[in-house]
């Protein structure tokens, strides 16, 4: 008999809901979930190849030491063996977890609770670092705390959408095709597109914004600079429920129009319609992705898109406010429970003497971590440099996404004890593993998982686990066991540890602060089974979720207000005579992340076969590379070498290259590579555009 069975797809951070469907010979089928209000039944390309993916080619099915099978017990003693001597021999912060917006937020859940309230560490970082970091900081410095505002109605809503930094069409498909059907609705609503690129959402734009990279903190320190001198701020709302204004003003007006089109390398006409059209158009939604975040300066460019906000009042109302998108599945799941190294669980602050106690109690843990831990670029420092001795990284392919890859595969090959936990046998990060621990994949675990608007969807299972393999949270509870905290994880079930999660989310006065989910707390089986998507925060005792923040004007700092962050203008050119170019890499529509699930679909590769690099047509014709030709593209860190593609989409002297080949599909295909390990100050986010880089057409050497 078929079977059909609602889950949620584990690609980007639209959150789409998808129902899977069994077939009796045990073929799966998937189609977009018409009552999930995500994607009421939409499915991008990615979404819709799901179950070409799923196949048992490459799994990881058994336990590996050292290339060998094992069993789990072997494995896990050896696991816990380690970690425990780490610590006892070298202290807490000798150990560390790396882990990823793929995990589930019960797996991510029990992951910080060992490394924070049992190991005492706070070494526990996300590739979400790589996502969503600036824009997490960007939040605490304005709002008091990381919230998210808006809903994807307000995109609907807003007679003005900005997109910058972000290619929606191709990186959030689904909400790219609900912005796309509003603006068919209603021909008035316009569209800004900021991007160094003319992207394919650049196409659909009333106004395409093709900035120098970088230069964001100008434009909209201009902007903010241009409210004021046209009365266009909301002086009631500023006075009533925000602070630092002056401050903030004081750093923007020094902006002036002519320094922001000589920053941004606009034209004026274009500067003056975007001022013009922010300034009289009410409702406006600004939405920004990785071309903010993914930045040295992301975390000042977050904050110079919220001064404008919250200097014309336009947050916390329908079709209104800044509107930060997750790249990942379950990036926002991940902050919900702290799985950042500078974070606590449940929203709390980790620098919290308060929160760090009432968590340890409600764990009933041992110790708590006192301090923040290694960021994702420091923790591969620390392994490099031979401070940590044992490494567990789970659902993520570092030696491929991050910075300075080489640099990364280095340390971890140094490193005295690495776990890997993953669905796939071969990847890049695997082979330099001492122990591999097979993991669920999509379509096999269960959990829950938040997308970009704060709604929590269920994954679930259809499919039997395959050969040996365990979810990531069994894995970590039974290594917790082994260590002597056996009745801490005592979980049987991803229900216990939701359940668990939304207890802590409501405990004393965490609830108080609008992120509680007490209405889960205690949820049975069944109940988790049949749970329907909804949005955060959902207390005890409520109907029903509120959807948007701040509406009351209330914000989480101490007097209650928003405050705005004097932000200034930095320099941004980093090219110099050897590497005249500047290279941004991204995302391509049709591939995720490192390929270990994508590239499985000859259907999707057909879009994009190989690996590329953009040119502006005169500047491959001075380097003397045709379309199609390798180029190699280098920067002091290392050298990559891909395909010319030679558009009139590129700036001239910028370079676009996608971050998701690696070099097991040829050699020096990896663009991470050439990324500098160069991070925001403030997120510790690495800037993974932006960078300097020569390029040449490939010579074999
Ligand atoms: Fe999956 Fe994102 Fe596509 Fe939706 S838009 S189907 S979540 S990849």
Known sequence: MKKAVKTTCPYCGVGC??????????????????????????????????????????RLLHPEI???????????????????????????????????????????????????????????????????????????????????????????????????????????????????????????????????????????????????????????????????SNNAVDQNYVAAHTSGFADAFAAAGTVSFGEVLERTGLAAMQLREFYRLFTTTEKVVTCYSQGVNQSSSGTDKVNAILNCHLATGRIGRPGTG?????????????REVGGLANMLAAHMALEDAGDRDRVRRFWGSPVIAEKPGLKAVDLFRAVADGSIKALWIMATNPVVSMPDADAV????????????????????????????????????????????????????????????????????????RRMGFAEDFAYAAPSEIFSEHAALSAFENAGSRDFDIGAHAGLAEDAYDGLAPFQWPQPAGRARAETRFFADGGFYHADGKARFVAVEPTETNRTDADHPFTLNTGRIRDQWHTMTRTGKSARLSSHIAEPFAELHPRDAMEIGVGNAGLVEIESPQGRAVVRALITGRQARGSIFAPMHWNDRFAAKARIDAVVPAVTDRFSGQPASKNVAVAARPFKVR
């Open 322 to 334: 800044p509107f930060s998108l997750t790249g990942q599945p379950n990036a926002m799941g991940g």
């Open 17 to 58: 809901g998808v129902i899977a469907t069994v077939a009796e010979d045990g073929g799966v089928s998937v189609r977009g979930d018409p009552d999930h209000p995500s994607n009421y039944g939409r499915l991008c390309s990615k979404g819709s190849a799901l179950a070409e993916t799923i196949d048992l080619d490459g």
């Open 66 to 228: 050292g290339g060998r099978q094992a069993s789990w017990d072997e494995a896990l003693d050896l696991v816990a063996g380690k970690f425990a001597a780490a610590i006892a021999e070298h202290g807490p912060d000798s150990v560390a977890f790396y882990v990823s917006g793929q995990l589930l937020t019960e797996d991510y859940y029990v992951a910080n609770k060992l490394m924070k309230g049992f190991f005492g560490s706070a070494n526990i970082d996300t590739n979400s670092r790589l996502c969503m970091s600036s824009s997490v900081a960007g939040h605490r410095r304005a709002f008091g705390a990381d919230t998210v505002p808006g809903t994807y109605e307000d995109l609907e809503l807003a007679d003005l959408v900005i997109l910058t930094g972000s290619n929606l069409a191709w990186c959030h498909p689904v909400l790219y095709q609900r912005v796309a059907a509003a603006k068919e609705k209603r021909p008035g609503m316009k569209i800004v597109v900021i991007d160094p690129r003319r992207t394919m959402t650049a196409d659909v734009a009333d106004l395409h914004l093709a900035i120098r990279p970088d230069t964001d903190v100008a434009l909209f320190a201009g902007l903010f600079s241009h409210l004021v």
């Open 409 to 480: 595969e280095a340390a971890i090959r140094a490193c005295p004890f690495v776990v890997v936990s993953d669905v796939l046998k071969e990847t890049d990060t695997t082979r330099n593993a001492h122990v591999l621990m097979p993991s669920l994949g999509w379509g096999e675990k269960s959990g829950t998982v938040t997308n970009s608007e704060r709604r929590i969807s269920r994954q679930r299972a259809f499919l039997d686990a395959p050969g040996e393999a365990r979810a990531d949270w069994w894995q970590l509870a039974e290594v917790a």
